[in-house]
Each structure stands twice: as C-alpha cells, then as structure tokens.
C-alpha cells in the first residue's frame, strides 16, 4: 500500500470532523504514528476547558502547593541570589 492510496485523513476521534492531518489542525504528538494527536486541536481545548471548570479548586491548590516547595529550595540553595 501506498501512501497515495489514502483518500482522506482519518477523522479527529473527539468530534468526527475530518481534518486535514497537519499541525494546524492537530498537535503533535511524537509517539502517534504520524506524528500528530487523534483529537483535533479545538477537541484538546475543550477538553483542558472542561477539565479545569472541573478541577480549578484542585489544580490552584496544587500550584500554590509547588510555588511554596520552590520557594522553599531556592532559599535553600540560594539560587535567589544567583545572576
Ligand atoms: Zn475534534
């Protein structure tokens, strides 16, 4: 099989739109076969959307959480001062 006898690019799996397989409409993802996601790009969006609407609560906590364990080993190693 030859790649010309592809007639068109398989459809995103969120939304069934068949898009044209470039990194316009698709991220890349080095482990996919062609090197692009199954979603499209407005699928992925709305999935970190949905998701953050979902977990906002969680996911700040956790930022804060990281940004105090950061500050913590800066101090530590006074990389604050560093150039
Ligand atoms: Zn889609």
């Not at 939304?15 to 076969?33: H, S, V």
């Not at 969680?58 to 990389?79: G, P």
């Amino acid at each position: 099989m030859r790649f010309t006898d592809v007639p068109s690019p398989p459809p995103c799996t969120g939304c069934g739109q068949t898009l044209p397989r470039t990194d316009e409409f698709y991220g890349r993802d080095a482990l996919a076969p062609q090197g692009l996601r199954r979603r499209c790009r407005s699928c992925r969006a709305a999935e970190a959307r949905d998701y953050y609407t979902e977990h906002s609560a969680a996911i700040l906590q956790f930022k804060r959480k990281r940004r105090v364990e950061r500050a913590a080993h800066w101090e530590e190693t006074d990389h604050w001062n560093a150039a």
